[in-house]
């Protein structure tokens, strides 16, 4: 049941601590810059980001190129990703339950996963998940 299980325990404490602890929605996009659909869903999550519809929601991407930082920087100021993009890895996709990419986990207010979207989501089913989360109760 995704709307009671806990989230994984994340290592970055920027991420721990500015995002989960906000008390706001979080989506949680993970890519790699492999992924041709991955590519594909950097517009819809910059075009959110921007709106209305994505203030008071975090948004954070997590790269799982074992390529790290060499890989990822590059890519991100190519696709001009404009979120804050984190390194992780396969392991970490696989715990939120994503069984391949792109993945986009939406937590709602209380810090549990309210829903998993696999593959890219459009516009409309993003705000969906959104609203839907957010009305989610403690």
Not at 33 to 44: E, F, H, N, R, S
Not at 55 to 79: C, Q, S, T, Y
Not at 118 to 128: D, F, H, M, Y
């Given at each position: 049941?995704?709307?009671?299980?806990p989230?994984?325990?994340?290592?970055?404490?920027?991420?721990?601590?500015?995002?989960?602890?906000?008390?706001?929605?979080?989506?949680?996009?993970?890519?790699?810059?492999?992924?041709?659909?991955?590519?594909?869903?950097?517009?819809?999550?910059?075009?959110?980001?921007?709106?209305p519809?994505?203030?008071?929601?975090?948004?954070?991407?997590?790269?799982?190129?074992v390529?790290?930082?060499?890989?990822?920087?590059p890519?991100?100021?190519?696709?001009?990703?404009q979120?804050p993009v984190l390194?992780?890895?396969?392991?970490?996709a696989?715990?939120y339950?994503?069984?391949?990419?792109?993945?986009?986990a939406?937590?709602?207010?209380?810090?549990?996963?309210?829903?998993?979207?696999?593959?890219?989501?459009?516009?409309?089913?993003?705000e969906a998940?959104?609203?839907?989360?957010?009305?989610?109760?403690?």
């Amino acid at each position: 049941n995704p709307q009671s299980s806990p989230l994984p325990y994340v290592t970055d404490q920027t991420f721990e601590k500015e995002i989960i602890q906000t008390e706001l929605p979080v989506l949680i996009e993970f890519s790699a810059t492999w992924c041709a659909p991955c590519k594909q869903q950097i517009p819809v999550l910059n075009a959110f980001h921007a709106s209305p519809a994505g203030r008071d929601v975090a948004l954070l991407g997590i790269a799982v190129d074992v390529g790290g930082r060499e890989v990822v920087a590059p890519f991100a100021a190519e696709h001009d990703i404009q979120y804050p993009v984190l390194l992780g890895d396969e392991s970490l996709a696989f715990d939120y339950g994503a069984p391949g990419f792109p993945a986009l986990a939406v937590v709602d207010p209380h810090g549990r996963i309210d829903s998993l979207h696999l593959g890219v989501i459009g516009r409309p089913a993003l705000e969906a998940a959104v609203a839907d989360a957010r009305q989610r109760e403690p």
